[in-house]
Every structure is written in C-alpha cells, then in structure tokens.
Antibody
Framework: EVQLVESGGGLVQPGGSLRLSCTASGFTFNSYWMSWVRQAPGKGLEWVAK????????YYVDSVKGRFTISRDNAKNSLYLQMNSLRVEDTAMYYC?????????????WGQGTMVTVSS | SYELTQPLSVSVALGQTARITCGGN??????VHWYQQKPGQAPVLAIYRDSNRPSGIPERFSGSNSGNTATLTISRAQAGDEADYYC?????????FGGGTKLTVL
C-alpha cells in the first residue's frame, strides 16, 4: 500500500524549533519530488516547501524562507522539515505529499498530517 | 505572486450539478489540480491536469480550464460529496492553492 506517515509535531514556544518527519512506503521514494503542505486551524491549504528526487533543488514559500529547511534521506525513505524560529502563525497541521511523476504535478498521495502548535 | 480565487461556498440540490470555479490570471495556460477534503481528513486528489480523474474518483467528477477560469463540475451530486474543494497550480516552482470552496448538498 502506498503510504506517507508524518511524525514529530507537538507544542513549542515561539522562537523554538521542531523537526518533522515523513516516512514513505509502497513506492519508489527516490523517484518523486516531495512537498510539505500546511493547514492552519479552520483555514485553507498552504504549500510550504518542496524538494527534488536527489535533494539538489529545494523551494520554499516566502513566509518560511530562512527559517525552515526541507531535506530527505532516500536510503531511509524519509522526508524532513526542520523548523526554526517558529512563530504563532506557523501553527497548523503539516502534511507531506508526493508529487505525481509528471513534474510539476499534482499531489497524488498525502499523509494524515502532524499537528504543530506554537504557543507560549 | 500568483493568486487563485474560489467562491467561499456553493450549494447544490441532491442529484443536481455543482460547479466550483477557480479564477486566476491566464489560468488556462497552467495545469490545474483539484483536491477534496472532508472534515478531519487529509486532502484527496480529485482532478489532475485540468480534467483527468485519478483511479477511484467517480466519473461524476470532471474539470475544465480555459482563459481566466478553471471549473470543477460534480454531476448528480450526492451527500457524500459534501466537502471543501481546493484548486492548485504551480507558479515558478511555487505551489499556489485557492482559498477553498465549501460544497453543501441540500
């Protein structure tokens, strides 16, 4: 079964750091671009970052540039999001998503999400 | 930056046709993807590249894209179609989502 499972969310104070993980199974992980997408409580979807199959290209939404870093370990079939200098407005459910084979493409597989709450 | 505009809500009678629009500057030149999200669940891809249905998505779901508007059409709407729907495009390696439309089936 094709699956993405996120972990690492939790409660953190403003200015703090958190590292999210996403473990893939059921497909050849190193063949796909991968992204993080977030959703603040009661709000819409917001794309956060994406990374190429070999990690050589990374792109970010302006609001997280310089604070968040996307990375991957293809040997471990894992995607990561290192989040530093967290702000209250980063509070959201964070989803990892696979981009379909045709790049740039649709997000054809999504994880169930991991919740990040930034609050004092 | 590129923006996508969706109506906040659309209502449709049971068994009728719902149309959800997604507006953007010359969006017809881009590939548009649509996602369905039910409460408490992760999004699910409903339509990709304007008009293609993934396996498992009913034939009642279709899409079109031209000029400044893309449209998701749901024929013979069912109660189970009630959800939030989001359009999405790529703009210079940046992912852009519309604000989402809540579909209510009456």
């Amino acid at each position: 079964e094709v699956q993405l499972v996120e972990s690492g969310g939790g409660l953190v104070q403003p200015g703090g750091s958190l590292r999210l993980s996403c473990t893939a199974s059921g497909f050849t992980f190193n063949s796909y671009w991968m992204s993080w997408v977030r959703q603040a409580p009661g709000k819409g979807l917001e794309w956060v970052a994406k990374i190429k199959q070999d990690g050589s290209e990374k792109y970010y939404v302006d609001s997280v540039k310089g604070r968040f870093t996307i990375s991957r370990d293809n040997a471990k079939n894992s995607l990561y999001l290192q989040m530093n200098s967290l702000r209250v407005e980063d509070t959201a459910m964070y989803y990892c998503a696979r981009e379909e084979w045709l790049h740039p493409g649709a997000f054809d597989i999504w994880g169930q999400g991991t919740m990040v709450t930034v609050s004092s | 930056s590129y923006e996508l505009t969706q109506p906040l809500s659309v209502s449709v009678a049971l068994g009728q046709t719902a149309r959800i629009t997604c507006g953007g500057n010359n969006i017809g030149s881009k590939n548009v993807h649509w996602y369905q999200q039910k409460p408490g669940q992760a999004p699910v891809l409903a339509i990709y590249r304007d008009s293609n249905r993934p396996s498992g998505i009913p034939e009642r779901f279709s899409g079109s894209n031209s000029g400044n508007t893309a449209t998701l059409t749901i024929s013979r709407a069912q109660a189970g179609d009630e959800a939030d729907y989001y359009c999405q495009v790529w703009d210079s390696n940046t992912g852009v989502f519309g604000g989402g439309t809540k579909l209510t089936v009456l």
